[in-house]
């Protein structure tokens, strides 16, 4: 359902008529959001509910559910670029995620090279019988609380290039 959201959102904005670029502020602050930097849940509510969020500014916002079921989902006209990887989406989801073995909070459906990205952001392999873990790859966030750091997590998904790169944190995993 999620999915079918987003591609709807998608076609919508990739229509022509459409402004050429998102505001730069967009891409900056949903990339640190997406790396656990500052407040990532704070960052995308305030894009996802400010009346600047328009398709004139290249930008599409869908909110739908409460409390803890609580969905943002942005789509960018031009897609966030971290480590060479490109994405034009970015969900926030309380309720966690629709993907296997990711416990992302705020994250993104990637393209490109994982591996590249894993080693660029210095993300570590955790075991798979570990419970609590937010991906694949992780790396806790220096200077955050130790007992339930923000975490940057990464998971590839069965698709090529494609994987899950996001922050998460306790209440997530």
Known sequence: M???FAIVIATLVMAPGHA????????DSLSGA?????D???TVRAIAGSKSSTFE???ATLTFGEAMMEKNILILRKPIVIAGARTS?????LEGSSYFNFSGIVYGIFEGDFKSVVKELGLRAVPATS???????ERPVVGQNTLCPKTIGLTPLAEKDKFLLGC?????R
Do not use: H
């Open 2 to 4: 999620l999915f079918r």
């Open 168 to 172: 998460g944190w306790c209440n997530g």
């Open 131 to 137: 419970e609590a873990r937010v991906g694949k790859y």
């Open 40 to 42: 990532p849940l704070g």
């Open 20 to 27: 050429e670029a998102a505001d730069p502020s967009f891409q």
């Open 89 to 93: 989406s970015i969900i926030l989801s």
């Open 34 to 38: 997406v790396l656990c930097k500052r």
């Open 57 to 59: 500014r290249g930008i």
